[in-house]
């Protein structure tokens, strides 16, 4: 699994660099960047109803493409690769959001759009399906010329719970990630 990451996070910053323009969007521009920073994922459980979750924090890193469509409408699809350690265990998730993205002005957008999540570990996908979706909804803001403040939230959409589950069929017992992140991109 390490030399597939690899290998797409090398593809990636191949076609980035090669197509890489210049700072500002307009309707053809395709600008490309590198972003990092602060992730939560939020495991929530719930069961007739009642509900609980738990989270647990760690970092992002990844890259995005940003495309033009017209002054104010773009579309950004990124990869991410996040990873969080507790208790002495660490889990790699692939992060995969494409977003729509309104710039009501030079300096501030607003985006959502759907994110798929993939589990990299199969240690931690024992219990859960490899493979979610949710829908992200976010906001960023241009700190400095190429410097870019993101954050966003993601709701899980998809139930996570696999497994064999003869003892719970009467009941309706669900599983979903949710993501909270803050962080810093840097625009080619």
Known sequence: MKKI???????CTSFFSSNAQDDTVTS???N?????????????VSLNGDSASDDVS???IGAFAEIGLSEKFSIQPEVQY???SQDGASTGILLVPVLAKYNPDDKFSI???PQF???INEEDSEDFKRLGF???LGASYDIAENVILDIRYTLGLSNRLDGDLEDFEEFDFKVKFNYFQVGLGYRF
């Open 82 to 84: 996040a990873t969080y």
């Open 111 to 113: 985006y959502a759009g």
């Open 32 to 44: 490309y960047g590198v972003k990092a920073g602060y992730t939560t994922t939020i495991l929530k």
């Open 117 to 119: 999540d993939y589990l």
């Open 28 to 30: 053809t521009d395709v």
């Open 134 to 136: 949710g829908l992200a």
């Open 5 to 11: 990451i690899l290998s797409v996070v090398v593809i």
């Open 58 to 60: 760690g970092f992002y």
